[in-house]
């Protein structure tokens, strides 16, 4: 059986030998940008580039979801390599699609060409005979939680569940034979070097607000109406208001979007919608800001006599990093790209964004490092994958490699891992505590 080292050669070898194959599956998406579980034709391509590399998987899953499957030698764990599918909204990003201003702001198209790379790597003769457990490609959808009224009405239609990719995946069971799961997401940040790895993230609530009012003559006869849109200005100045009460250490973002402001201009707003975030540190920390949140909310209703219905919807937990997967995915990092290019980022170091793949945290070992190669803030109209030998290539490589490291040696590193594992919660536990942060409240403020 080859060695360790050897696999690794034959593993970069291999993803050197289809760069071009695999850049090719990120461009194409990127070209064809579509938002959480609207991923049709992204989902198409996984499909078929996977049939092209003869990796049996199934399709479909969460709506738009495909996992695919290496065996190994010999039975053992199964580690998944996760690539998220969708894009966000940004109109005006060169690269969005004029009809829906849906656009890879956030570099998602990067992940499914590495989650493929790193397939290919793996299927480099000898590899997955020397190994012993499997691997689970898996792209999955929505993990911008976006298009929340869209989200809500396929939840209500009972099509979804949760309604963020790895959330479903995980309510769905499609995690359960996965023993350990990682994934790389580009960043333009450029202290964070070619590769950087650490801290955690802020966890969420999501917000959908309907601001019930009357419509009336907005000329002739406003008395006769209930201005909801009133309302909704009442509540965002009154959660403003609340900012100065929100603890630094909490870091607490509130933020969201008007979705719907009224339905002509002579006619008095009847319905406005409002989709948010209520970001916090930790579960606490949310569901403190969230309290105050909502009674920002009545109190816009109460001020108009209008009505207000708070949909909370169950968001994302915060990230845990697994030290050991650290450890390893660092070791492979260095080896290819050298440690001056690698960043550690403090434990509890938290830029202030959420990630589903904090959920997944909460029930198996994971980690959420970041290759470069983008240009641009995130999520801004400038964001670019611009060096896919960097942010495609180069992280396709190193998750090849940790998964050698994890299951080569009767995958005693993955086994260390398991055995040393100690999950926040099972996945029972995981879906009771999203189960009850989701709540419907009608308040009547007239
Ligand atoms: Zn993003
Ligand atoms: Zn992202």
């Given at each position: 059986m080859p060695a360790r080292d050897e696999l690794k050669e034959k593993v970069q070898f291999a993803i050197d030998q289809r760069k071009e194959w695999i850049i090719q599956v990120s461009r194409t998406i990127l070209d064809h940008p579509e938002p959480g579980f609207l991923e049709t034709k992204t989902s198409k391509l996984v499909s078929e580039k996977l049939d092209e590399l003869g990796i049996h998987h199934q399709a479909g899953i969460a709506l738009t979801g495909v996992k695919g499957r290496l065996t190994g030698g010999r039975p053992g764990p199964t580690v998944a390599l996760i690539g998220e599918m969708d894009s966000l909204k940004v109109p005006g990003h060169p690269k969005a699609d004029p009809e829906t201003g849906a656009a890879h702001a956030c570099g998602h198209h990067a992940q499914i060409g590495m989650m493929l790379g790193a397939a290919v790597g793996l299927l480099a003769p000898e590899v997955m005979q020397s190994l012993a457990g499997n691997v689970a490609l898996m792209a999955v959808p929505?993990?911008?939680?976006?298009d929340v009224e869209y989200r809500w009405k396929l939840h209500e239609e009972g099509k979804l569940g949760l309604m963020a990719g790895k959330q479903e995946f995980i309510r769905l069971g499609a995690f359960d034979d996965v023993d350990m799961a990682m994934m790389v997401h580009t960043t333009s940040r450029e202290y964070d070097g070619k590769f950087a790895l650490g801290g955690t993230s802020n966890g969420h609530l999501v917000k959908y607000i309907q601001f019930v009012g009357r419509a009336a003559h907005a000329g002739g006869a406003p008395h006769a109406g209930v201005n909801a849109l009133q309302a909704a200005m009442i509540a965002l100045n009154a959660i403003n208001a609340q900012r100065e009460t929100m603890r630094n250490d909490h870091t607490i973002r509130i933020h969201g979007i008007m979705?719907?402001?009224?339905?002509?201009?002579?006619?008095?707003?009847a319905d406005v919608r409002y989709e948010g975030r209520v970001r916090g540190r930790t579960t606490e920390a949310i569901e403190d800001a969230n309290a105050k949140v909502d009674r920002c909310f009545r109190a816009g209703a109460l001020a108009m006599g209008a009505a207000v219905n708070i949909i909370t919807i169950p968001g994302y937990l915060p990230m845990i990093n697994n030290e050991t997967l650290k450890e390893l995915f660092k070791e492979n990092a260095v080896r290819l790209v050298g440690e001056n290019q690698f960043v550690t980022h403090p434990r509890y170091r938290n830029s202030g964004g959420s990630t589903d793949m904090g959920d997944l945290s909460h029930i198996m070992p994971v980690i959420h490092p970041y290759a470069g190669g983008a240009t641009g803030h995130g999520h801004s109209t400038e964001y670019m994958v611009e060096d896919y030998e960097t942010a495609v290539i180069n992280p396709a490589k190193v998750m090849a490699m940790a998964v050698i490291d994890l299951?080569?040696?009767?995958a005693a590193r993955a086994q260390e891992i398991l055995a040393k594992n100690r999950p926040a919660m099972t996945r029972e536990q995981y879906l009771a505590f999203q189960s009850q942060r989701l709540r419907e409240e009608l308040y009547e403020g007239r």
């Open positions: 929505a993990e911008e939680f976006i979705t719907r402001g009224g339905a002509s201009v002579n006619s008095i707003p299951l080569d040696n009767d």
